[in-house]
T-cell receptor, first 116, second 113 residues
């Protein structure tokens, strides 16, 4: 049973560039959430996708956008990169089901983004 | 007030001892609670989930929840050096049709030989 996968593992970009991170959820899961984890901090919720739509969003600017595909995989896009965007980006998958149903979120290995 | 608060540590315990990790949360609408373990440079790994008041045991781990006091704890019995990691408390709040995890900053645990 494949777990959550993310690509790439590491990425180095310069300020102003754009980046796309990818995530494939655990088998049987249909909901993908993205988190940003700065060094020494807990993960911060960016947004959640279910049925190819953004279902909920955290306090992140519009430079952060995403997409979910029919096979439930997801992308996180960040435009106009800032030095402060350097962080570990985590994807978590769960079974969304009906609105209001909660299920455990399982994390992928993460993508380490460095902005120079 | 932070939504989820944890003592950052480090919490040092000798091998074989009980490690006690604590977490408080501010939103009384919180419905489910999780403990994740995170090794340095790695992603969070689920340890325990708890939804109802009381204790939940899984092997060497026991999660305790007190919704009236807005308090969650994790006990690790017979601590091993391999338990040395950062432990993240997460709270799940169902809002707007979605559910997001809100994390504390984590408690660093060091198990000493």
């Amino acid at each position: 049973d494949a777990g959550v996968t993310q690509s790439p593992t590491h990425l180095i970009k310069t300020r102003g560039q754009q980046v796309t991170l990818r995530c494939s959820p655990k088998s049987g899961h249909d909901t993908v959430s993205w988190y940003q984890q700065a060094l020494g901090q807990g993960p911060q919720f960016i947004f959640q996708y279910y049925e190819e739509e953004e279902r909920q969003r955290g306090n992140f600017p519009d430079r952060f956008s995403g997409h979910q595909f029919p096979n439930y995989s997801s992308e996180l896009n960040v435009n106009a990169l800032l030095l402060g965007d350097s962080a570990l980006y985590l994807c978590a998958s769960s079974r969304g089901g009906l609105a209001g149903v909660t299920d455990t979120q399982y994390f992928g290995p993460g993508t380490r983004l460095t902005v120079l | 007030q932070k939504e989820v608060e944890q003592n950052s540590g480090p919490l040092s315990v000798p091998e074989g001892a009980i490690a006690s990790l604590n977490c408080t949360y501010s939103d009384r609408g919180s419905q489910s609670f999780f403990w994740y373990r995170q090794y340095s440079g790695k992603s969070p790994e689920l340890i325990m989930s708890i939804y109802s008041n009381g204790d939940k045991e899984d092997g060497r781990f026991t999660a305790q929840l007190n919704k009236a006091s807005q308090y969650v704890s994790l006990l690790i019995r017979d601590s091993q050096p391999s338990d040395s990691a950062t432990y993240l408390c997460a709270v799940n709040i169902l809002t707007g049709g979605g559910n997001k995890l809100t994390f504390g900053t984590g408690t660093q645990l060091k198990v000493e030989l």
